[in-house]
């Protein structure tokens, strides 16, 4: 398989499972502010109106973690489509790739059902370790330790 396919994919995968939290956010949340009789017109115009407050926190989970998703894994897919471009989309990229979509959806899960905070903490720092990782990899090449931008292929890990 084409080593910038194999690197894309975790990024791609980690698009769907946003959209998967983007329709379970939408799935439980508008029936929890129908049963709370809540108003959207007027959560803008009161300062003092929150749906942290108004709704269940296990709904507002939901929320949450779909506006994480919005957060760190925007630096993740620059850096995988950056690794991609430059001729670091290795084996071993990609699947530092998929570690860190695994532990984001297992993130996730966890922030969604049971909420443990310790335990999305560490999911959090193992992931973020992961994503320094491919950071560290782009920088190597991009800065000038690794394969020349013309489309030579160098394993930046052997470098």
């Known amino acids: 398989m084409n080593d910038m396919i194999a690197i ?6 980690l698009m769907i499972w946003t959209m998967v939290m983007w329709a ?10 129908q049963q709370a009789k809540v108003d959207p017109d007027r959560l803008p115009r009161d300062p003092d109106a929150s749906l942290d407050r108004t709704l269940p926190a296990s709904v507002q989970w939901k929320a949450h973690n779909y506006n ?10 620059a ?6 471009l430059i001729g670091g989309a290795t084996g071993a990229n990609a699947f530092l790739a998929w570690i860190y979509v695994g532990l984001r959806v297992v993130h996730s899960l966890i922030q969604v059902t049971a ?5 999305r903490f560490v999911l959090f720092a ?14 190597v090449i991009v800065f000038g330790s690794g ?13």
């Open 8 to 13: 894309l994919q975790p990024a791609v995968a």
């Open 24 to 33: 379970w956010m939408y799935a439980t949340r508008i029936p929890a502010m």
């Open 68 to 77: 994480h998703l919005h957060e760190q894994p925007t630096v993740f897919y």
């Open 79 to 84: 850096a995988v489509i950056v690794l991609a």
């Open 115 to 119: 909420n443990k905070v310790v335990v």
């Open 126 to 139: 193992l992931s973020s370790i992961i994503l320094i990782a491919l950071i560290t990899q782009a920088a």
């Open 147 to 159: 394969p020349v931008l013309d489309g030579a292929v160098i394993d930046p890990i052997a470098v």
